[in-house]
């Protein structure tokens, strides 16, 4: 699934241990105190796969909001 400029993949490791990866829509790393990550892995071993993706949506808001998402710090710096 994809949601708000992310792919969500939600994958489970171990039986009933759901856990998320996220990538940019536009395989572009992200970029968190220089450091560059092709995709993360996030959350905890949730029960489900939708509690995953709900953790993982929110992991995304935060990275957003934080602006460590390479485009936009991009568009910042040359402002």
Avoid: C
């Avoid at 994809?2 to 940019?24: K, N």
């Avoid at 572009?28 to 949730?46: H, Y």
């Amino acid at each position: 699934m994809t949601y708000d400029g992310f792919q969500i993949e939600a994958f489970e490791a171990g039986r009933g241990l759901w856990h998320a990866r996220i990538r940019r829509e536009d395989f572009e790393p992200v970029v968190i105190d220089g450091v560059s990550f092709p995709e993360l892995e996030v959350g905890f071993a949730w029960s489900n796969a939708e509690a995953a993706i709900a953790d993982a949506k929110t992991r995304i808001d935060y990275l957003n909001r934080r602006s460590v998402v390479p485009g936009q710090r991009r568009k910042v710096a040359h402002a």
